[in-house]
């Protein structure tokens, strides 16, 4: 067995410690072992658990895509792909909601207000219109067409293109 902390070296040391009375046991090569004593040593055994991870079953599952475990992620503060997200959700939602206030993502452009997002909602609207048009959903093309207009008075002062 691979050492679980560096992945490289066999693991030859079993460590295992009850806290709070939650079991908490990993498999590690004695580099490893040696210098998270040290560190043990010099600080709490919680440091152990919040550099490694804490054993826990869902946080040692990892990702069907990456391999990478939450373990991983709480070791090194990074995710192996886009999968880890989805696979170690309901675990990297309270992080992310204490870090950034929030766990949805709305982009630097969210409001559409500067050049570059006014011209993807220009681009959007016009192939809506296209498909309005075909459809002979003409209502709904004449709405469209408006505001193609008020977005190209924005981009360009006027409104006739």
């Not at 460590?15 to 560190?39: A, M, P, R, T």
């Not at 992080?95 to 993502?105: A, E, L, P, Y």
Request: charged share 30%; with cysteine.
């Amino acid at each position: 067995m691979l050492c679980q902390r560096c992945k490289q070296n066999i693991a030859t040391v079993n460590y295992e410690e009850i806290i709070n009375g939650k079991k908490f046991q990993s498999h590690l090569c004695e580099k490893c072992y040696l210098e998270i004593s040290c560190e043990l040593n010099e600080n709490d055994a919680n440091v152990f658990w919040s550099l490694y991870g804490d054993g826990d079953a869902e946080e040692n599952t990892p990702c069907p895509v990456c391999g990478t475990r939450y373990a991983d992620y709480r070791r090194t503060g990074l995710v192996g792909c886009a999968t880890c997200y989805d696979v170690f959700k309901e675990l990297l939602l309270p992080v992310i909601r204490s870090i950034q206030g929030k766990d949805t993502h709305v982009g630097a452009a969210a409001l559409n207000n500067d050049e570059y997002g006014l011209l993807r909602k220009l681009k959007s609207l016009q192939e809506r219109l296209e498909t309005a048009i075909k459809e002979r959903r003409y209502t709904e093309a004449n709405l469209l067409n408006k505001q193609i207009k008020d977005i190209n008075k924005k981009l360009y002062g006027g409104g006739n293109d």
